[in-house]
T-cell receptor, first 114, second 118 residues
Framework: EAQVTQNPRYLITVTGKKLTVTCSQN?????MSWYRQDPGLGLRQIYY???????DKGDVPEGYKVSRKEKRNFPLILESPSPNQTSLYFC?????????????FGDGTRLSIL | AQSVAQPEDQVNVAEGNPLTVKCTYS??????LFWYVQYPNRGLQFLLK??????LVKGSYGFEAEFNKSQTSFHLKKPSALVSDSALYFC????????????????FGKGTKLSVKP
């Protein structure tokens, strides 16, 4: 089954404790992206990747890092999490071989930073 | 700059009635337009898209959307709403001539919560 898998689904942690949210896709997609969803703000892009070793900032990259060492994986790293990073996070992937392909989303990771 | 507006935070309809969820956009060129649906505790699911061709696009679960270039709109519609259609709906746009950004990037609206009552 084609899917984007995020782990963990839920995490409660404390300020300053480094954490990583993993994202893996099994569709051989070149494009991957991270979003955060906050009430009243919709989805805002954090980082995206066009292919292995190619990453770039989205609209709200501050406080986040990413890496793309393998095509299937695109982890999101919070080096020193702060309460304002409490949010619902989504990973997405897409095929870029043809313009206008839809993105496929994971089921989300709800982070609470205390 | 590209932008998407969903003017209604919430839409309420009775089961069996037609529904419309509104979306307007702003891009410099001809847009690629998408609708996604989000059910509780799930990620966004693709419903339909407009790239080119017929202005009326049909998608999953009986939904359709009409592209109107003069009004820069892409409203989502369904002839007869179901209680199970209750969810959060997102409109998204991509300007295919925006070479400054990633080919895959989309701009999302803030979402419209659809509530269908029995």
């Amino acid at each position: 089954e084609a899917q984007v898998t995020q782990n963990p689904r839920y995490l409660i942690t404390v300020t300053g404790k480094k954490l990583t949210v993993t994202c893996s896709q099994n569709m051989n997609h070149e494009y991957m992206s991270w979003y955060r969803q906050d009430p009243g703000l919709g989805l805002r892009q954090i980082y995206y990747s066009m292919n292995v070793e190619v990453t770039d900032k989205g609209d709200v990259p501050e406080g986040y890092k990413v890496s793309r060492k393998e095509k299937r994986n695109f982890p999101l790293i919070l080096e020193s999490p702060s309460p304002n990073q409490t949010s619902l996070y989504f990973c997405a992937s897409a095929w870029t071989g043809v313009y206008g392909q839809p993105q496929h989303f994971g089921d989300g990771t709800r982070l609470s930073i205390l | 700059a590209q932008s998407v507006a969903q003017p209604e935070d919430q839409v309420n309809v009775a089961e069996g009635n037609p529904l419309t969820v509104k979306c307007t956009y702003s891009v410099s060129g001809n847009p690629y337009l998408f609708w996604y649906v989000q059910y509780p505790n799930r990620g966004l699911q693709f419903l339909l898209k407009y790239i080119t061709g017929d202005n009326l696009v049909k998608g999953s679960y009986g939904f359709e959307a009409e592209f109107n270039k003069s009004q820069t709109s892409f409203h989502l519609k369904k002839p007869s709403a179901l209680v199970s259609d209750s969810a959060l709906y997102f409109c998204a746009v991509r300007d295919p001539y925006d070479y400054g950004g990633s080919q895959g990037n989309l701009i999302f609206g803030k979402g419209t919560k659809l509530s269908v009552k029995p």
